[in-house]
């Protein structure tokens, strides 16, 4: 069967056809809002560019790859959502095009070639055969009522007939073209203020990602970006007190990259008030602008508040947050695994490191935190009562062997009154996602730490253990021997302790008692070992000069006691010593957001063309009514018909006015014919 070719033409007529059909597709449109809907959700409950060891800490190392590929941590950045809202953006546009011309027609024809069939097909008409006025008289009529009900009409006279054309709320129309344009806007404009521009520098070659943390000058060339690179970022830096910066980190998937500001930013002082729960209530940010090229050298001081940003040349600056900026903190590190009392003095700033030595190598010490303020929950509080207690000053460190292993810890400056006894209190974790375990320190009468640093040293010290064994007074009925070995025991039993607690003294008696004489051997372990530690402890009391001779208090008795709980806690701490913060210089930082946003009057005109769009299309309705007149057998025929496109209810209470008007108008004549649908019953319009 032979088949004409398709002309090359009308192959590419076909294609672009195919092509407008599918893009400018309702239904595609609609996907892909939807798509957006879900990714915006999704951006919204996932907190977006943060630290990629976060979310392994949240999710879990599969998990974490998972959500990495798909692109969730930056959801706005990722090139999936980027094409979506492009695709969203050119489908509006090709619908807009496709009916912007059609609109625009039905907004100013009045279409007055029309057939009485097919006025008698809509839902809203009546017929009259009027005797007592001629075509021109009814005419008048009908024109008369329909400017009074507001519409605007046409008449146009068609061979034996003629035809009034009247429309009403033609601007409805509008409604439809201000909602897709508005669509076309806020798209564009999210992509303007997005990460687009970013992708693309990176794409090009022009940036590349910094993944390392390092310092602002040791950040790459590669990895910094002039101002006014970017049209559109976000970024966030941190301002102690009493310095400028002119920069801010732009973050972006597991790196960021340095954004150079044409201005610096100093921070003159930073208040935070707190509410009684401990959070805080509002803290704000005075600062310095300076701007020689705009502002010579006369600075321009402004306030940042919580939600009231301050917008220099463009640059929109918020409080977003605030933590230490390198307060200096005089500390005492207390020995705990050698004999020596003795504590090292060390000065250090909050954000810094060194070096700390050890018998099995090198650690380093990373101030990482400090904290004025610590108010916390009462234990005694009755149930809805709020009632809180201030524990002081805190700070937090962390302590890394050589092979990057890190433990981090968290020390409050001043004693803490726990159930009528004072305590030291430092807690410790391996992994950030795990909770703290604390290290309960008792106090001593003069609120130190020194009485049970001195039991732990003494402890420590085997020669000083081996001397004061030797020296006392044995039993009459005692043998040497059997005293020699007693107390080879207990300097085993206590060496053992110091090393490793009371899980190390079981240890060793399940290595060396058989097992049916375990719990038996045990007990007499823990037991001489108990009395032996008492007596050690007397020896520290006797040395601080306290009259032991008629024994010791109940005072002395807990504080004995709950330092045999710190000392079997002392070998899961896990640090060679004690860190106690002796005093402090507190040094305040501002946490800044800067962002710039060329695409915000883009996006500010698109919604409020949504909200106009909104208001037109629901609140108004365009309405169509054609009269078509004609003489026959002597009388006039009129046939009335109408339509609109919302408030059907509404139309059919309008349409039923005029036919009243206009019956009232013409006089008493009845209708025939009359198919006007009752308001219950009208079906949509078309």
């Known amino acids: ?79 999936w959502f980027i094409g979506i809202l492009a695709f969203l953006i050119l489908s509006t546009s090709v619908c807009l095009y496709r009916q912007v011309p059609r609109m625009l027609r039905d907004m100013i024809r009045f279409r007055t070639n029309i057939q009485p069939h097919s006025l008698r097909g809509f839902h809203q008409h009546v017929e009259w055969q009027v005797v007592d006025h001629d075509l021109d008289a009814t005419q008048d009529a009908v024109t008369e009522v329909l400017q009074k009900r507001g519409y605007r009409w046409r008449a146009r006279t068609v061979g034996d007939h003629r035809v009034v054309a009247a429309m009403k709320g033609r601007y409805n129309r509008l409604g439809y073209l201000f909602t897709h344009a508005a669509v076309v806007l806020i798209g564009v404009g999210g992509l303007l203020d997005g990460n687009l521009w970013l992708k693309l520098k990176e794409w090009h070659g022009e940036v590349v990602l910094e993944t390392h943390d390092l310092a602002v000058r040791d950040i790459p060339p590669a990895s910094r970006l002039a101002p006014g690179a970017l049209p559109a970022f976000r970024g966030n830096v941190m301002i102690p007190e009493g310095t400028a910066a002119s920069f801010v980190f732009v973050r972006a998937r597991n790196g960021f990259v340095l954004q150079e500001l044409p201005f610096a930013i100093e921070l003159k002082d930073f208040q935070v008030a707190y509410h009684d729960t401990g959070q805080p209530k509002s803290f704000l940010s005075q600062v310095l602008i300076h701007d020689r090229e705009k502002l ?218 058989p097992a049916d004489r375990l719990q038996e051997a045990s007990a007499l372990y823990l037991n001489i070992l108990r009395d032996t530690l008492a007596q050690v402890f007397i020896e520290v009391l006797r040395e601080e000069g306290i009259d032991v001779a008629q024994g010791v208090g109940e005072r002395e008795e807990a504080f004995f006691n709950d330092a045999l709980s710190a000392l079997s806690a002392l070998p899961a701490y896990a640090s060679p010593f004690y860190l106690q913060l002796a005093s402090f210089r507190q040094v305040e930082a501002s946490g800044l957001q800067v962002t710039r946003s060329d695409g915000v009057a883009v996006v500010y005109t698109g919604f409020a063309m949504l909200i106009m769009g909104v208001f037109i299309m629901f609140y108004t309705s365009h309405r169509r009514l054609w009269a078509w007149l004609a003489v026959e057998k002597g009388a006039t025929r009129l046939l009335l018909a109408g339509t609109g496109n919302r408030h059907q209810t509404e139309f059919a209470h309008e349409f039923a006015i005029l036919r009243a008007m206009l019956e009232q108008r013409l006089g008493t004549a009845e209708a025939e014919r009359s198919t006007t649908t009752p308001s219950s019953a009208v079906p949509q319009a078309y």
Do not use: C
């Open 1 to 79: 069967m032979n088949q004409t070719p398709t002309h090359p033409s009308n192959r590419r007529h076909t294609l672009s056809w195919v092509l407008l059909e599918f893009f400018g597709s309702m239904n595609l449109a609609i996907t892909l809002l939807v798509l957006v809907a879900v990714a915006s959700v999704i951006g919204t409950v996932l907190q977006q560019n943060q630290p990629y060891p976060d979310y392994v800490f949240k999710f879990g190392p599969f998990w974490f790859e998972v959500f990495r590929w798909l692109g969730l941590y930056d959801v706005y950045g990722a090139s």
């Open 296 to 513: 010579g050298d006369h600075p321009l001081e402004a306030t940042i508040r919580v939600n009231h940003p301050f917008t220099y040349r463009g640059y929109s600056i918020y409080q977003s947050d605030f933590g230490d900026g390198g307060s200096v903190l005089d500390l005492r590190a207390w020995p705990l695994t050698v004999a020596s009392l003795k504590p090292t003095e060390i000065e250090a700033k909050v954000g810094g490191s060194l070096k700390v030595a050890r018998p099995g190598g090198t650690l380093i010490l990373e101030l990482s935190d400090f904290r004025l303020f610590n108010l916390l929950p009462e234990s005694d509080a009755q149930p809805g009562e709020r009632k809180f207690r201030n524990f002081g000053p805190s700070f937090g460190f962390k302590l890394r062997d050589e092979g990057g292993q890190a433990w981090e810890y968290f020390n409050y400056m001043a004693p803490v009154k726990l159930e009528d006894r004072w305590f030291f209190i430092s807690g410790m974790r391996i992994q950030p996602s795990a909770p703290f375990t604390y290290l309960h320190i008792p106090a001593d009468p003069n609120n130190s730490p020194e009485r049970f640093l001195r039991f732990n040293a003494r402890l420590h010290d085997a020669d000083w253990l081996r001397t004061w064994m030797a020296n006392f007074a044995p039993a009459a009925n005692e043998d040497s021997n059997l005293r020699h070995d007693l107390e080879r025991v207990r300097v085993s039993l206590v060496e053992l302790f110091a090393q490793g607690g009371s899980a190390a003294v079981l240890e060793r008696a399940k290595a060396v008692v």
